[in-house]
């Protein structure tokens, strides 16, 4: 049986089967192997599962599964792919690489990713709470107490609620413990669970609050550990220099058969 070769790695939390693709030769479309892969009582368990391969004009490129198999933009995979290119020697300590969203830049500052997010454009009301875009759609609902919340079934609910429907939503759960702080518990859509952190989800939190509170720097707690976005805004819904900020570090490495 063949072998397939991977790294695991975390960004607060957040895992992800990373796997040095520059030979093109994983089978991207069999969904049920990605499903299998990110399995985590049948196979390496995962949040999502990433491609890093070569691109003609930029120094990789990124490629996210979900664990259900569909595609989005993952900031945390993202910093981890940063991370996992520079110790295949691909990059040195900054990077433009391919994503599903375009080109995105980072840089590695005392082991923290420093990644440049796309703009957003626009932000939608929902009775009381937003949505918007940020590679990603992401539910944004401001409570008191976020861990009083049963993420999973109330995050089960909004994501599949038929305005969303039928690709479904992310949804944010967040609580203001102070100025330019926010706690955040997010329930992911792909992976149809609560993680311990999602980088999108996050950055839509912080635009979020930054729109309420005319704030342009925010630190985020998640479960999974500590995150920064910072980024300008005008006020009326629209952000550009947008960055997520935060850890991605080695977990192991191993080799896993597959039919």
């Not at 390496?44 to 996210?64: C, K, P, Q, S, T």
């Amino acid at each position: 049986m063949p072998l397939i070769s991977f790294d695991k790695y975390q960004g607060t939390g957040n895992d992800f089967i990373m796997i040095d693709d520059r030979q093109g030769i994983f089978p991207e479309n069999d969904l049920p192997l990605i499903s299998s892969l990110c399995h985590r009582k049948f196979g390496v368990g995962a949040d999502g599962l990433i491609l890093v391969r070569n691109h003609e004009a930029y120094d990789f490129e990124m490629i996210y599964f979900n664990p259900d198999g569909s595609q989005s933009l993952c900031g945390n995979g993202s910093r981890c792919a940063v991370m996992f290119s520079r110790e295949l020697g691909i990059i040195g300590g900054s990077t433009t690489f391919m994503s599903i969203e375009g080109p995105l830049r980072a840089e590695i500052k005392d082991q923290r990713v420093h990644l440049e997010m796309p703009d957003v454009n626009g932000v939608s009301s929902y009775k009381d709470d937003l949505f918007l875009n940020t590679g990603s759609p992401h539910y944004v609902q401001f409570v008191p107490d976020a861990d009083e919340i049963d993420v999973f079934h109330e995050g089960k609910k909004i994501r599949n609620l038929p305005d969303f429907l039928p690709a479904g939503t992310n949804v944010n759960f967040v609580q203001v413990t102070g100025i330019a702080s926010l706690y955040v518990r997010t329930y992911e859509r792909g992976v149809e669970d609560e993680t311990l952190s999602c980088g999108t989800g996050v950055t839509a939190s912080a635009l979020a609050m930054g729109l309420k509170e005319r704030q342009e720097q925010i630190r985020i707690r998640t479960r999974g550990g500590n995150l920064e976005v910072s980024f300008k805004s005008d006020g009326s819904g629209n952000f550009t220099d947008i960055c997520l900020i935060g850890p991605a570090v080695k977990v192991f490495s191993g080799e896993i058969e597959f039919s």
